[in-house]
């Protein structure tokens, strides 16, 4: 019969009595001293290893932070892509025929006003990094006036957006209008942007103004619009919702 895994006079869920008699069965083997203060373990070597440091918790395995250079070759590889921030990568989710319908027509209908103007629109695939916070994201639909700055060798990353636009879900809507919004506003080179709805007619568009406010304007309905006087164009609903269907 084996070593005897000692028991212990505090009840525990299975899963963690199971947990605590592995490290005593490795205590035993390795003459390491250890003990449970608040449902955590604490391991001291024993005099063999001539180790008195001790350690806490040895359930926690310690995480690595990525670099943005890590990030960004891991990135290029990957077959779904990630935003990056304070280290962490997020997987993000896939869009819906909505979506990627007004997306596109955002990109016709701006785009055809451009003939003739230093501007150009991406679409979500190019990155962007906002330097103040060290963000790096994609947004639905970016503008830039002018030569594009890009911040990296692979010319995939962008740092000077005037427009940005971000097509809303249910699951994205609160962060869109909220945290990402005090990202994209700390870019000196924004002036606008565009949070449009799937599921209804609904356009809403910040504008930053002089003295670094930003106002809100809105559409609703097929016969509204949103001008963007920053780089001379307008949204038109009609254009912006053509052959979107909303769910009943």
């Known amino acids: 019969m084996g070593s005897q895994i000692p028991q212990f006079s505090t009840p525990r869920k299975s899963l963690r009595k199971r947990t605590w008699g592995f490290h005593d069965l490795i205590a035993q083997k390795f003459n390491f001293q250890h ?3 608040n449902n955590r373990l604490y391991w001291r070597a024993g005099v063999e290893f001539g180790i008195s440091q001790e350690v806490s918790p040895m359930s926690s395995v310690p995480k690595h932070y990525l670099t943005p250079e890590e990030y960004l070759h891991r990135e290029r590889k990957a077959d779904f892509r ?3 921030f304070r280290g962490e990568m997020f997987a993000m989710a896939g ?3 909505n979506h990627n319908l007004i997306v596109s027509n955002c990109i016709e209908t701006i785009g055809q006003q451009f003939k003739k103007k230093p501007c150009r629109v991406f679409p979500s695939d190019l990155k962007l990094r906002i330097e103040a916070t060290g963000l790096y994201t994609y947004p639905d639909l970016s503008v830039v006036c002018g030569e594009p700055q ?3 060798d692979g010319g995939d990353v ?3 957006p005037v427009v940005l636009v971000e097509v809303l879900s249910d699951s994205t809507e609160a ?3 909220g945290k990402r919004f005090e990202h994209y506003r700390t870019i000196p080179s924004l002036n606008h942007y565009v949070l449009i709805a799937q599921d209804r007619h609904s356009i809403d568009c910040l504008t930053r103004s002089s003295d670094g406010s930003w106002n809100l304007t809105s559409c609703q309905g097929l016969d509204g619009k949103i001008t963007l006087s920053a780089i001379e164009s307008e949204l038109i609903g009609s254009e912006v919702y053509d052959k979107v269907v909303f769910a009943s």
Request: proline share 0%; charged share 35%; glycine share 0%.
């Open 175 to 177: 962060y869109d209008r």
């Open 95 to 97: 869009a819906s025929a």
């Open 158 to 160: 962008l740092l000077n």
């Open 82 to 84: 990630s935003e990056y």
């Open 150 to 152: 890009l911040d990296s």
């Open 35 to 37: 003990e449970i203060k």
